[in-house]
């Protein structure tokens, strides 16, 4: 017996004011600063692409001039990987949840944790101002010597956004690791922590050893355009490769960075609506660890058509292959976890179920191009973009949505309206295939991808593409709608509406501020659901 | 996992009072909230200062990749470029930093046994050995200006023409010079920053045996920076050796 | 909670080893040894290293879970050379007549 979430203190109401949120120390609270910026940086990266997809029903173009449209797949792609999925989960789920599943009362360093969102705020400034003033050209990828030495845009103002915001990333890694390895609750040995919780470790793990290589090479990529000479200019004997190497070091990792808090999220969803344990923790905890580690090896698949090294090309091929072998080890696992389970489909199980096939499908996808001779036909096409789409956002932001409602009677105490929230899965799943299924046939067929104009017989599937994207956009919306209207009008949550095990789910809903009266005991196994009609496995 | 374990039996055999009770005894003001004990705390922030090393070593390790990819492709560059700087400018400074190093273990050691007079002289030590390299650094600096010899600001590539390396590989040595040391400089100033917070709340009396922590913390910062400057002594100075 | 209290003669000798090394490694550099040099100023570069880490960094004294991060910084510092260079070094390998290399040649005048 509770007393109703208004006449008992939580952190949403321990104090008032913009004060109390903007010096706030609160680990839940960061959390919710970061949902509230990482939105509003997902919906301009989304206006960038809308604008692009009406732009490409027709062959020579139907919106802006080649130039822009260069500068808006550049923002896109700039403002969704270093401003959207790459701290998605772990800024938001990741900060609110960490301190409570592993029973402590908040990150190790709370004030940096405030710092690292300051960061993020002056880092996204630095981009929009950008944006705003011109915009940059160069891809996400501002390969030179295009970005050093022949661009007209805004390369520095955005290399220095980006630069300031890995920083953000940097802390909030730090903080994962430190609170993961010293603030574990009594009883709370590593193989019973919930698989989130390595998930996040292996992202932080990441976050660590690859942000500082994109920040060098983008104060270096800086630099050389500040000063007319580096050493990426091939004029006094700098190589453009290297360029890429340095950014790929990174950029790489940083995919894993997007799909490894997913793949925690989805363990966590599929338990909790399969009312069993997860099949082959250990398995799943070390895939983890494996994917963290070998996503640092596989970098030169990214640059097999641009001159390098065939002897290096064919061992970054190799190594490509084996890191897919502990995704797939997890695919095997989530699906063994349903088999015989207590199955309920609201929506966030329909964001899991939808991930595990869709990132399956990016992931297979994955193999083509990370085969050498396979790669040379498919580079450069739209079934690279097709690729990455399927798994980050077929995976990685199925995956935050399933965790935001998942979560959401935790963080806010209020219940969504579940029949709208999965009204809304649905139409995500059909647009977001509708949009990015035929961008697969695209590539296949030959269109290059970052072109403004394209001949005329690939037009049916971008308009299919196109429609697609416009249903994609009205699914995103809805959530956006009916999330905001809970945090008002919703019902009241219980302290665990799913009946899922973890001990965020043994506070109150929302939590008071030091998450537990008591740091709690734990005797446990992760995933200790009643083995009802489940057969052991 | 052994430590929860530990903690658990501790908190269940021993009878000890409830958290609300046990939460004031035998702690500081320097504990804080969020953590059970000082020991955690401790641990928490040197771990911390380890992981944020282990980012400046990638940090800087991008630079030191790249070098070592150009010295292999352009060595009679890089060998003209590095006869270029001045030895013993960076032998006295490598000698300073180690100094430097010297006093902040100093004062790492009297932040533990309480010695507070000794620990601000210490950091005082340090600050001064720190400035020192920085006027060293700034004395090279001024005299490459002089000479022609600062890429993209002020450059004249007659001036440093080296029968036998490739047209652009001095230029491009020096880039690697100033944006290494200047790099390495930035992390100097900045912690020289850290001394200055670190000395004032040592003056403060903040520090003793019982809780030295942040001492000892910007120890690993401004050994690492000195870490640093010690790979880059030999790899900018010493190319190619001084037989010639 | 004190942590290991290392002793101020250990600090010292180490000090001095550092310097011993340092004068060391200056001189060695007027001696002509061919390839060697590079080998000995980077042997003694990580000596050095090695001294200030274990010493007046604590480390071993330190936990082995320091230590791990330790060496995976290291090891990751090495995983960005190895294949990088795996790439660089090798480009001119397949005996393309217009295959890569230093973009620049030594016969070129200013």
Same mark, same amino acid.
């Given at each position: 017996?509770?007393?109703?979430?208004?006449?008992?203190?939580?952190?949403?109401?321990?104090?008032?004011?913009?004060?109390?949120?903007?010096?706030?120390?609160?680990?839940?609270?960061?959390?919710?600063?970061?949902?509230?910026?990482?939105?509003?940086?997902?919906?301009?990266?989304?206006?960038?692409?809308?604008?692009?997809?009406?732009?490409?029903?027709?062959?020579?173009?139907?919106?802006?001039?080649?130039?822009?449209?260069?500068?808006?797949?550049?923002?896109?792609?700039?403002?969704?990987?270093?401003?959207?999925?790459?701290?998605?989960?772990?800024?938001?789920?990741?900060?609110?949840?960490?301190?409570?599943?592993?029973?402590?009362?908040?990150?190790?360093?709370?004030?940096?944790?405030?710092? @690292?969102?300051?960061?993020?705020?002056?880092?996204?400034?630095?981009?929009?101002?950008?944006?705003?003033?011109?915009?940059?050209?160069?891809?996400?990828?501002?390969?030179?010597?295009?970005?050093?030495?022949?661009?007209?845009?805004?390369?520095?103002?955005?290399?220095?956004?980006?630069?300031?915001?890995?920083?953000?990333?940097?802390?909030?890694?730090?903080?994962?690791?430190?609170?993961?390895?010293?603030?574990?609750?009594?009883?709370?040995?590593?193989?019973?922590?919930?698989?989130?919780?390595?998930?996040?470790?292996?992202?932080?793990?990441?976050?660590?050893?690859?942000?500082?290589?994109?920040?060098?090479?983008?104060?270096?990529?800086?630099?050389?355009?500040?000063?007319?000479?580096?050493?990426?200019?091939?004029?006094?004997?700098?190589?453009?490769?290297?360029?890429?190497?340095?950014?790929?070091?990174?950029?790489?990792?940083?995919?894993?960075?997007?799909?490894?808090?997913?793949?925690?999220?989805?363990?966590?969803?599929?338990?909790?609506? @399969?009312?069993?344990?997860?099949?082959?923790?250990?398995?799943?905890?070390?895939?983890?660890?494996?994917?963290?580690?070998?996503?640092?090896?596989?970098?030169?698949?990214?640059?097999?058509?641009?001159?390098?090294?065939?002897?290096?090309?064919?061992?970054?091929?190799?190594?490509?292959?084996?890191?897919?072998?502990?995704?797939?080890?997890?695919?095997?696992?989530?699906?063994?976890?349903?088999?015989?389970?207590?199955?309920?489909?609201?929506?966030?199980?329909?964001?899991?179920?939808?991930?595990?096939?869709?990132?399956?499908?990016?992931?297979?996808?994955?193999?083509?191009?990370?085969?050498?001779?396979?790669?040379?036909?498919?580079?450069?096409?739209?079934?690279?973009?097709?690729?990455?789409?399927?798994?980050?956002?077929?995976?990685?932001?199925?995956?935050?949505?399933?965790?935001?409602?998942?979560?959401?009677?935790?963080?806010?105490?209020?219940?969504?309206?579940?029949?709208?929230?999965?009204?809304?899965?649905?139409?995500?799943?059909?647009?977001?295939?509708?949009?990015?299924?035929?961008?697969?046939?695209?590539?296949?067929?030959?269109?290059?991808?970052?072109?403004?104009?394209?001949?005329?017989?690939?037009?049916?599937?971008?308009?299919?593409?196109?429609?697609?994207?416009?249903?994609?956009?009205?699914?995103?919306?809805?959530?956006?709608?009916?999330?905001?209207?809970?945090?008002?009008?919703?019902?009241?949550?219980?302290?665990?509406?799913?009946?899922?095990?973890?001990?965020?789910?043994?506070?109150?809903?929302?939590?008071?501020?030091?998450?537990?009266?008591?740091?709690?005991?734990?005797?446990?196994?992760?995933?200790?659901?009643?083995?009802?009609?489940?057969?052991?496995? | 996992?052994?430590?929860?374990?530990?903690?658990?039996?501790? $908190?269940?055999?021993?009878?000890?009072?409830?958290?609300?009770?046990?939460?004031?005894?035998?702690?500081?003001?320097?504990?804080?909230?969020?953590?059970?004990?000082?020991?955690?705390?401790?641990?928490?922030?040197?771990?911390?200062?380890?992981?944020?090393?282990?980012?400046?070593?990638?940090?800087?390790?991008?630079?030191?990749?790249?070098? $070592?990819?150009?010295?292999?492709?352009?060595?009679?560059?890089?060998?003209?470029?590095?006869?270029?700087?001045?030895?013993?400018?960076?032998?006295?400074?490598?000698?300073?930093?180690?100094?430097?190093?010297?006093?902040?273990?100093?004062?790492?050691?009297?932040?533990?046994?309480?010695?507070?007079?000794?620990?601000?002289?210490?950091?005082?030590?340090?600050?001064?050995?720190?400035?020192?390299?920085?006027?060293?650094?700034? $004395?090279?600096?001024?005299?490459?200006?002089?000479?022609?010899?600062?890429?993209?600001?002020?450059?004249?590539?007659?001036?440093?023409?080296?029968?036998?390396?490739?047209?652009?590989?001095?230029?491009?040595?020096?880039?690697?010079?100033?944006?290494?040391?200047?790099?390495?400089?930035?992390?100097?100033?900045?912690?020289?920053?850290?001394?200055?917070?670190?000395?004032?709340?040592?003056?403060?009396?903040?520090?003793?045996?019982?809780?030295?922590?942040?001492?000892?913390?910007?120890?690993?910062?401004?050994?690492?920076?000195?870490?640093?400057?010690?790979?880059?002594?030999?790899?900018?100075?010493?190319?190619?050796?001084?037989?010639? | 909670?004190?942590?290991?209290? &290392?002793?101020?003669?250990?600090?010292?000798?180490?000090?001095?080893?550092?310097?011993?090394?340092?004068?060391?490694?200056? #001189?060695?550099?007027? &001696?002509?040894?061919?390839?060697?040099?590079?080998?000995?100023?980077?042997?003694?570069?990580?000596?050095?290293?090695?001294?200030?880490?274990?010493?007046?960094?604590?480390?071993?004294?330190?936990?082995?879970?320091?230590?791990?991060?330790?060496?995976?910084?290291?090891?990751?510092?090495?995983?960005?050379?190895?294949?990088?260079?795996?790439?660089?070094?090798?480009?001119?390998?397949?005996?393309?007549?217009?295959?890569?290399?230093? #973009?620049?040649?030594?016969?070129?005048?200013?």
């Amino acid at each position: 017996m509770e007393a109703p979430p208004t006449s008992r203190v939580n952190y949403l109401n321990a104090s008032y004011g913009v004060k109390s949120w903007l010096f706030t120390t609160d680990h839940k609270r960061i959390a919710l600063l970061y949902l509230a910026s990482i939105t509003v940086m997902f919906f301009v990266g989304g206006i960038a692409a809308t604008l692009m997809r009406f732009h490409l029903v027709q062959p020579e173009g139907a919106l802006v001039q080649p130039d822009t449209y260069n500068k808006l797949f550049t923002i896109h792609g700039v403002v969704m990987v270093f401003f959207f999925l790459v701290p998605s989960i772990p800024a938001t789920l990741g900060n609110f949840l960490v301190p409570m599943m592993i029973g402590a009362r908040d990150l190790a360093f709370p004030r940096i944790n405030l710092l @690292s969102w300051y960061i993020y705020i002056v880092g996204a400034g630095f981009t929009l101002y950008a944006i705003m003033t011109g915009g940059v050209d160069t891809g996400w990828t501002f390969y030179t010597p295009f970005s050093s030495n022949y661009a007209h845009t805004q390369v520095i103002a955005t290399a220095l956004g980006v630069f300031i915001t890995g920083f953000s990333s940097i802390l909030t890694g730090l903080n994962f690791i430190v609170t993961i390895h010293k603030m574990r609750a009594p009883g709370l040995t590593w193989f019973r922590l919930p698989l989130f919780i390595w998930s996040m470790y292996a992202t932080s793990v990441i976050f660590i050893l690859g942000t500082p290589v994109i920040a060098i090479t983008l104060f270096l990529l800086g630099l050389e355009r500040l000063l007319h000479v580096g050493i990426f200019d091939p004029a006094i004997g700098g190589d453009p490769l290297l360029f890429q190497h340095l950014f790929w070091f990174y950029s790489h990792p940083a995919v894993y960075i997007m799909i490894l808090p997913g793949m925690g999220v989805i363990s966590e969803l599929i338990t909790a609506f @399969s009312k069993k344990k997860i099949f082959g923790y250990t398995f799943v905890a070390f895939s983890s660890m494996a994917i963290a580690v070998l996503s640092f090896l596989v970098w030169g698949h990214h640059m097999f058509v641009t001159g390098q090294s065939v002897y290096a090309g064919l061992i970054f091929s190799v190594l490509s292959f084996m890191v897919a072998i502990p995704s797939a080890i997890k695919v095997f696992n989530w699906t063994a976890t349903l088999y015989k389970g207590s199955i309920s489909y609201q929506a966030p199980m329909l964001y899991a179920l939808g991930f595990i096939g869709l990132f399956t499908m990016g992931g297979l996808t994955g193999l083509f191009l990370a085969s050498l001779a396979t790669d040379v036909h498919l580079n450069g096409t739209y079934f690279i973009v097709a690729h990455f789409h399927y798994i980050m956002v077929g995976g990685a932001v199925m995956a935050y949505l399933g965790g935001i409602h998942f979560w959401w009677p935790k963080i806010t105490g209020k219940l969504y309206p579940d029949g709208w929230a999965r009204l809304a899965a649905a139409i995500i799943f059909v647009g977001f295939n509708l949009t990015f299924f035929p961008q697969f046939v695209l590539g296949y067929l030959g269109m290059p991808r970052r072109y403004a104009v394209y001949p005329p017989e690939f037009q049916v599937l971008n308009v299919m593409s196109s429609a697609g994207a416009s249903i994609l956009a009205v699914g995103y919306l809805i959530p956006l709608i009916y999330l905001t209207w809970s945090i008002r009008y919703g019902p009241a949550a219980s302290a665990n509406p799913w009946g899922a095990k973890g001990l965020e789910w043994e506070t109150p809903s929302p939590p008071p501020t030091e998450n537990f009266e008591e740091i709690p005991i734990v005797t446990e196994e992760a995933y200790a659901y009643a083995e009802g009609r489940t057969a052991h496995v | 996992m052994r430590k929860g374990a530990r903690r658990m039996s501790e $908190t269940v055999s021993s009878g000890l009072p409830a958290h609300a009770e046990r939460h004031h005894v035998g702690h500081g003001p320097e504990l804080r909230h969020h953590f059970e004990e000082a020991e955690q705390q401790h641990e928490a922030s040197t771990l911390g200062m380890w992981v944020f090393l282990a980012t400046e070593i990638l940090f800087f390790g991008g630079l030191f990749t790249a070098y $070592t990819i150009y010295r292999s492709f352009y060595l009679p560059g890089f060998e003209a470029g590095s006869r270029l700087l001045d030895v013993k400018a960076g032998a006295a400074n490598t000698a300073v930093l180690i100094g430097s190093s010297f006093t902040m273990a100093s004062a790492v050691h009297a932040a533990q046994t309480g010695k507070r007079k000794l620990l601000v002289t210490c950091l005082i030590l340090t600050m001064i050995l720190g400035c020192v390299f920085l006027g060293i650094k700034y $004395t090279e600096y001024a005299e490459h200006w002089h000479e022609f010899q600062v890429p993209g600001l002020h450059w004249d590539s007659a001036a440093t023409f080296f029968k036998n390396a490739p047209n652009g590989s001095v230029e491009l040595f020096f880039c690697f010079y100033f944006f290494m040391t200047g790099l390495h400089a930035v992390h100097m100033i900045i912690g020289l920053g850290i001394m200055t917070v670190m000395l004032i709340l040592s003056w403060r009396g903040r520090f003793a045996e019982k809780y030295f922590s942040p001492i000892e913390i910007s120890g690993l910062y401004w050994h690492f920076v000195d870490i640093i400057w010690i790979f880059l002594f030999p790899l900018l100075y010493l190319i190619g050796g001084r037989y010639q | 909670m004190t942590g290991h209290v &290392v002793s101020m003669r250990l600090y010292l000798m180490i000090f001095i080893a550092l310097l011993a090394l340092t004068a060391l490694t200056t #001189a060695v550099a007027y &001696v002509d040894l061919g390839e060697m040099n590079t080998v000995v100023a980077l042997l003694i570069a990580v000596i050095k290293m090695s001294l200030v880490v274990l010493f007046f960094m604590h480390v071993k004294y330190s936990s082995g879970l320091i230590r791990v991060v330790v060496l995976a910084g290291f090891f990751w510092l090495a995983i960005m050379l190895t294949f990088t260079l795996a790439d660089e070094l090798t480009r001119g390998w397949t005996g393309n007549p217009h295959g890569w290399g230093p #973009a620049i040649s030594s016969s070129q005048k200013p």
